[in-house]
T-cell receptor
Framework: DTEVTQTPKHLVMGMTNKKSLKCEQH?????MYWYKQKAKKPPELMFV???????INESVPSRFSPECPNSSLLNLHLHALQPEDSALYLC??????????????FGPGTRLLVL | AQTVTQSQPEMSVQEAETVTLSCTYDTSESDYYLFWYKQPPSRQMILVIRQEAYKQQNATENRFSVNFQKAAKSFSLKISDSQLGDAAMYFC?????????????FGKGTHLIIQP
């Protein structure tokens, strides 16, 4: 089973709202990722968690706050977003093993619209 | 910084024909991994094929194969016997080795159209 699930599928929020995106995998993977994808563009890395610790933060604004409660779950907390943050947010996971061609498996994404 | 370049924004091929998508990359690393991902209009990103830089043999997965030229930093994807279900955006991606959790660097993508 190579399934990564994400909820919700769609989200509309105002600039003053607080919302969360959720990602879950049951493949025993120890690395999880958040990517942001604007329309007709490639995904851009936001955060990487390795063994539940934040290992990479690609200078993402503080209005995005990641959380990894356990090895299967990854959240992205959103607060005071801007309209330009509207995008498809993709979660991915991988085994997280050093020195391997460790493939990343993606979820279907959450389509976010900020009004 | 590593960069990945896909010079073909869009490609079109007749069903059952063969098509090759181009990808070049720039890196100073000697060990790395390369991937092709497919993203159909339904948006789920699906891994198509991967290649380890230390392997000379080109990877193949059924109708999909790569031509990996390490010296030229080229990594093209060949799709044989194209099917309607192959229509999608195809992204070439790069990852360094070393740590087990590293993000992917993607090219801008090639939109593949399959003509029936």
């Amino acid at each position: 089973d190579t399934e990564v699930t994400q909820t919700p599928k769609h989200l509309v929020m105002g600039m003053t709202n607080k919302k969360s995106l959720k990602c879950e995998q049951h493949m025993g993977h120890r690395a999880m990722y958040w990517y942001k994808q604007k329309a007709k563009k490639p995904p851009e890395l936001m955060f990487v968690y390795s063994y539940e610790k934040l290992s990479i933060n690609e200078s993402v604004p503080s209005r995005f706050s990641p959380e990894c409660p356990n090895s299967s779950l990854l959240n992205l907390h959103l607060h005071a977003l801007q309209p330009e943050d509207s995008a498809l947010y993709l979660c991915a996971s991988s085994q997280g093993l050093t020195g391997t061609s460790d493939s990343q498996y993606f979820g279907p994404g959450t389509r976010l619209l900020v009004l | 910084a590593q960069t990945v370049t896909q010079s073909q924004p869009e490609m079109s091929v007749q069903e059952a024909e063969t098509v090759t998508l181009s990808c070049t990359y720039d890196t100073s690393e000697s060990d790395y991994y390369l991937f092709w991902y497919k993203q159909p209009p339904s948006r789920q990103m699906i891994l198509v094929i991967r290649q380890e830089a230390y392997k000379q043999q080109n990877a193949t997965e059924n109708r999909f194969s790569v031509n990996f030229q390490k010296a030229a930093k080229s990594f093209s994807l060949k799709i044989s016997d194209s099917q309607l279900g192959d229509a999608a955006m195809y992204f070439c991606a790069y990852r360094i080795t070393g740590g087990g959790a590293d993000g992917l660097t993607f090219g801008k993508g090639t939109h593949l159209i399959i003509q029936p």
